[in-house]
């Protein structure tokens, strides 16, 4: 996903000190598409090298307590992928054929 950034002056400093550095980011953002989309900053760390945390583990966890973490309560199947944005018309069908290679 790619995220484009704002952020506000306070963190101006931090932000470049930390270009092409592993970060971990806080804030509110929106999809735009289903590969990108645009968050405010509120808070932003590095993460130290080797750094062992929730989000970062080698250790096996029960795929039960990941779902009731992040409130999943069943399956989400496929359309839980689908882009809702996604339209079936001329510039669509154009946009697959030159990705896909058909003609």
């Not at 931090?14 to 509120?42: F, N, P, W, Y």
């Not at 990941?66 to 992928?81: N, R, W, Y």
């Amino acid at each position: 996903m790619d995220w484009t950034c704002e952020f506000d002056e306070t963190l101006r400093e931090t932000v470049k000190h930390l270009i092409d550095e592993i970060v971990i980011v806080e804030g509110e953002g929106q999809m735009a598409t289903s590969t990108t989309g645009r968050m405010e900053i509120a808070a932003i760390h590095p993460v130290l090298a080797h750094e062992q945390s929730a989000l970062f583990t080698s250790e096996w966890v029960d795929p039960r307590e990941v779902a009731a973490a992040q409130a999943v309560l069943a399956p989400q199947g496929l359309s839980g992928l689908a882009d809702t944005e996604w339209g079936n018309d001329d510039e669509a069908e154009r946009f697959l054929k030159y990705v896909l290679g058909r003609s």
